[in-house]
């Protein structure tokens, strides 16, 4: 899921405003056996996390909810019902 699929989500919620957040992952593993390198890899990996404002029915206060999205979620799963 892209960023501008998550604005797009954002904007039909009817959020006051909203923060996202990206962050991005590079590693590297490796494995070893008995202190022999048995096999290695790398893992570039993309996290959002959104946090959402809505303000209250009497327009005096704001409050706010935060969560992450991994990089497998789909436009489906997180779409409002």
Known sequence: MKIEQIKELLEKSGA???RITQTK?????FYFIRHD????R???IENYQITVFVKSEDGKGVGSASAEMGPDETFEYVELP
């Not at 992952?25 to 593993?29: A, L, V, Y």
């Open 16 to 18: 006051f405003a909203w």
């Open 42 to 44: 790398s893992a570039d």
């Open 37 to 40: 390198l048995d096999q290695n």
């Open 25 to 29: 992952t590079r590693r590297w593993e």
